[in-house]
């Protein structure tokens, strides 16, 4: 590898986004004057990853990238943060994943339009094996299905645990899950995969079925819930004033994962990345609104966490 050794690698979807923010969703067939428009960088594993590194995780994008201006941007974009492009291959003659995202001002809500590209499958080679065998963690999002699932046989195989960010019910998801060892689904894919009729048993049916480590389903606004064998463990969701919550649930993925890096318990993991979540909602952009560690610490001392920096680096991973 030609920089140091990564703590995280991520495999999966790496979207362009644009947002605009609207004062409100408008009428079909009318015409509305924006209060803003930028280009951001997108996708679950890919803003986690991005996340992380801003907490100070040692990350890179395993990936295939268009050689484009989509693609060109994309892959400055992780540099600017810090995320190792080692990995990533671009290649030309084909089109990037690109989302139009429209952001509106009055309920904080998001509705998205995607084009996914014509991008060629992510295949490894012997170097990516190698980095995903020797990172702490590998991020997937059920994108790349065929490269994450190969990439999951190699953490298996070594001491690489799996944090697979299950937000979308795509098919064959089971070909993941059953390699997963940290499994964080939405409350929406909980219910939907297993058929049960709350969190609690959706968790526990996850849990009894693919065996991870651990089960955390995020519940939005309600904070969510962590299972591990024992009892059901809840934990709080942080109230802010949300302009952008777009790419939130991707940045808890990726604090989860940078906050297991610095040896957080399960529980105390729960609890940083919905605060650095929460702090994301706060601006706009998904990346860029991610937080800086220190910051985190404010903000959990002032929720009632005050000596939570001290007792969480003090815990391994239960």
């Not at 030609?2 to 067939?29: F, H, R, W």
């Not at 995780?57 to 050689?67: C, D, I, Q, R, S």
């Not at 955390?216 to 919550?245: M, N, Q, R």
Request: hydrophobic letters at 40%; a negative charge.
């Amino acid at each position: 590898m030609k920089n140091a050794k990564m703590q995280i690698v991520g495999i999966g979807a790496c979207v362009m986004d644009t947002l605009i923010t609207v004062p409100s969703y408008p009428k079909e067939d009318t015409k509305l004057r924006a209060l803003s428009c930028k280009t951001a960088g997108g996708g679950p594993t890919a803003t986690g990853i991005v996340a992380a590194s801003k907490l100070g995780a040692k990350t890179g994008f395993v990936g295939v990238l268009a050689e484009d201006n989509g693609g060109h941007f994309l892959r400055d974009d992780f540099e600017k943060y810090g995320v190792n492009v080692d990995l990533v291959e671009l290649k030309g003659g084909y089109r990037s994943f690109t989302s139009t995202i429209w952001l509106a001002q009055d309920k904080a809500s998001r509705t998205c339009v995607f084009d996914k590209g014509n991008l060629p499958p992510l295949t490894l080679d012997e170097e990516k094996r190698a980095a995903i065998a020797d990172a702490q963690i590998l991020m997937i999002d059920g994108n790349e299905m065929d490269a994450a699932e190969e990439a999951c046989l190699v953490a298996n195989n070594s001491d690489t645990k799996v944090l697979y960010d299950c937000g979308g019910l795509y098919e064959g998801v089971e070909r993941l899950l059953k390699h997963t060892d940290v499994m964080i689904p939405s409350e929406e894919f909980s219910l939907g995969h297993t058929g049960c009729i709350t969190v609690d048993e959706a968790a526990k049916k996850l849990y009894e079925t693919y065996h991870p480590q651990v089960v955390v389903i995020t519940c939005g606004k309600e904070g969510g819930i962590l299972y591990a064998g024992g009892d059901i463990l809840k934990y709080p969701a942080f109230l802010v004033e949300a302009v952008d919550s777009n790419g939130s649930g991707d940045v808890f993925h990726g604090a989860f994962a940078a906050a297991m890096v610095k040896g957080f318990s399960y529980e105390d993991c729960c609890i940083f990345a919905s605060a650095v979540s929460a702090i994301k909602c706060t601006g706009v952009g998904a990346r860029e609104s991610v937080p800086e560690e220190d910051e985190v610490y404010r903000f959990l001392t002032s929720r009632g966490y005050a000596d939570f920096a001290d007792r969480a680096g003090a815990k391994g991973n239960q």
